[in-house]
């Protein structure tokens, strides 16, 4: 299973939000390129890259799109990408992947759309039983629902966050992952709430493709190749 750090921006710094609540904000750095790299040379071959501001008003910085791409970091971005021409220019600006939430709950054609499908996820982050968009603020639809309309888009790879596990270390939601598995056969990146090894190795466990970390490694529980070890 594959480690993938997470790099969340919001206004130029490296952060990491309890929740998804915009509120409740820890700061790590002021240099998101800096940070890729560092987790680089720690031995990730993907960083997950995500713009929060971008996620909540549709509109994507993508000066982070272009500094990630010309300092080489081999990343996926997500954020405010809603439509195929911003995944598409997202990709050209050097993503290995792009990441579409909003879309993948309301428009999932869209994903469709971008033309190369094995190079789009979608974004399945689930509050109280219901897919969410728009940085997580909206009302959402059932998780079945969303399954429906990205399987008949083509969608082959999801990212699930349990939106009440993110960022409080306390365990992944792994009956939601076991859910999502279930009704699904795309491949399966799972987030959120990873807080120790032992989480890590129960999203293995599950068959996830790959798990993205991010405040447990930013507050030291452990070291990326420590969980690169974990789950040879």
Same mark, same amino acid.
Not at 1 to 21: K, N
Not at 167 to 186: C, F, R, T
């Given at each position: ?15 990491? !939000? ?7 904000? @820890? ?19 993907? +960083?997950?890259?995500?713009? $929060?501001?971008?996620?909540? @008003? ?24 809603? @439509?195929?021409?911003?995944?598409? /220019? #997202? !990709?050209?600006?050097?993503?290995? *992947? ?12 869209? !994903? ?9 996820? /979608?974004?399945?982050?689930? =509050? ?18 969303? $399954? *429906? ?15 009440? =596990? ?11 992952? /076991? ?20 989480? !890590?190795?129960?999203?293995? #466990? ?10 447990? $490694? ?12 974990? +789950?040879?």
């Amino acid at each position: 299973m594959q480690i993938i750090p997470a790099v969340d921006i919001l206004e130029g710094r490296v952060v990491r !939000l309890l929740h998804g609540d915009y509120r409740k904000v @820890t700061r790590y750095s002021d240099s998101p390129v800096e940070v890729a790299g560092r987790w680089m040379e720690q031995g990730a071959d993907l +960083v997950h890259v995500v713009d $929060l501001s971008g996620a909540k @008003t549709g509109d994507p910085d993508r000066r982070i799109w272009r500094g990630m791409g010309e300092a080489g970091v081999p990343f996926q971005v997500g954020g405010g990408i809603r @439509t195929p021409d911003a995944a598409r /220019a #997202a !990709l050209a600006a050097g993503a290995r *992947r792009v990441v579409m939430g909003t879309a993948a709950v309301w428009n999932p054609a869209a !994903l469709g759309e971008v033309g190369e499908v094995e190079r789009v996820v /979608a974004a399945l982050d689930v =509050r109280a039983g219901r897919a969410r968009g728009a940085g997580w603020l909206d009302e959402g639809r059932s998780v079945s629902q969303a $399954l *429906r309309g990205l399987r008949e888009a083509g969608v082959v790879r999801l990212l699930v966050t349990g939106i009440e =596990r993110d960022g409080a270390m306390k365990g992944p939601d792994l009956d939601l992952l /076991a859910q999502v598995g279930k009704l699904s056969d795309m491949a399966v990146i799972a987030s959120g709430g990873v807080g120790d090894l032992s989480d !890590l190795k129960a999203v293995a #466990a599950l068959g996830c493709e790959a798990v993205i970390v991010g405040r447990a $490694l930013y507050e030291g529980r452990f070291t990326l190749s420590e969980a690169i070890s974990a +789950v040879a």
